[in-house]
């Protein structure tokens, strides 16, 4: 996985041209979509697990930068306030996710239905995607941000909202879960 061809500075000028731009030219906001739309979605894929749903996070990901971008402050980098906002689209589309399987098994339960547990919609065919379906929200989650979104510690914590030190802590940990997962 390589990182988006962008650099700070190339952001900086994509997103002041969108603030000026947007809503009535998208010149700019094609070119930002264009630069970080694979590693967004997979992103979303790895976060979420699933194809489909990875496709629907990544155009709500960039729907949200669309009417959001003229608030980006640059308190952080760009890079940053997107993969913030991708955290918070998948998160939110698992929280949708699981109120909805919920609602659904109660239906099923009330209806003296019984529910199929063995339909697994995400197939995962290597070994690394196993090892990582298997890593808690959590440790899967900053693992990702740091090897497919390919952000630094210091993004992953900004990104997360946590210290430096317990960004480093827990991408140690998470890593050293994975290994023992991929040597199962």
Same mark, same amino acid.
């Not at 194809?51 to 308190?75: M, P």
């Not at 306030?81 to 698992?94: D, G, S």
């Given at each position: 996985? =390589?990182?988006p061809?962008s !650099?700070p500075d190339?952001? @900086?000028?994509?997103?002041?041209?969108c603030?000026k731009? /947007?809503p +009535?030219? @998208?010149t700019? +906001?094609?070119k930002l979509?264009r630069?970080y739309e694979p590693?967004?979605?997979?992103?979303?894929r790895? $976060? @979420? &697990?699933?194809?489909?749903? !990875?496709?629907?996070? *990544?155009?709500?990901?960039f729907?949200?930068?669309?009417?959001?971008i003229?608030k980006?402050d640059?308190k952080s980098?760009?890079?940053?306030?997107l +993969?913030?906002i991708?955290?918070n689209?998948?998160y939110t589309r698992?929280?949708?996710?699981?109120?909805? =399987?919920t609602?659904?098994n109660?239906?099923? $339960?009330?209806s003296?239905? !019984?529910?199929?547990? *063995?339909d697994?919609? &995400?197939?995962? *065919?290597?070994q690394m995607?196993?090892? /990582? &379906?298997?890593?808690?929200p959590?440790?899967?989650e900053?693992? =990702?941000?740091r090897?497919?979104?390919?952000?630094?510690?210091?993004?992953?914590?900004?990104t997360m909202e946590i210290?430096? !030190?317990?960004?480093?802590?827990?991408? +140690?940990?998470?890593?050293?879960?994975?290994?023992?997962?991929?040597?199962?």
């Amino acid at each position: 996985m =390589t990182n988006p061809p962008s !650099s700070p500075d190339k952001d @900086l000028v994509l997103v002041e041209a969108c603030k000026k731009e /947007l809503p +009535y030219t @998208l010149t700019s +906001y094609e070119k930002l979509v264009r630069m970080y739309e694979p590693t967004v979605l997979n992103t979303c894929r790895y $976060l @979420l &697990g699933d194809n489909e749903d !990875s496709e629907d996070a *990544s155009q709500d990901v960039f729907i949200r930068v669309f009417h959001h971008i003229k608030k980006f402050d640059h308190k952080s980098t760009f890079r940053t306030w997107l +993969y913030r906002i991708v955290r918070n689209c998948c998160y939110t589309r698992v929280k949708q996710q699981k109120k909805q =399987t919920t609602l659904k098994n109660a239906f099923l $339960l009330n209806s003296e239905l !019984s529910v199929d547990k *063995s339909d697994n919609d &995400g197939v995962i *065919s290597t070994q690394m995607e196993e090892a /990582l &379906g298997k890593l808690n929200p959590e440790d899967r989650e900053i693992i =990702t941000l740091r090897f497919i979104s390919e952000l630094s510690i210091k993004e992953i914590s900004e990104t997360m909202e946590i210290q430096l !030190s317990a960004t480093k802590m827990r991408f +140690y940990r998470a890593l050293e879960k994975l290994k023992d997962e991929l040597k199962q």
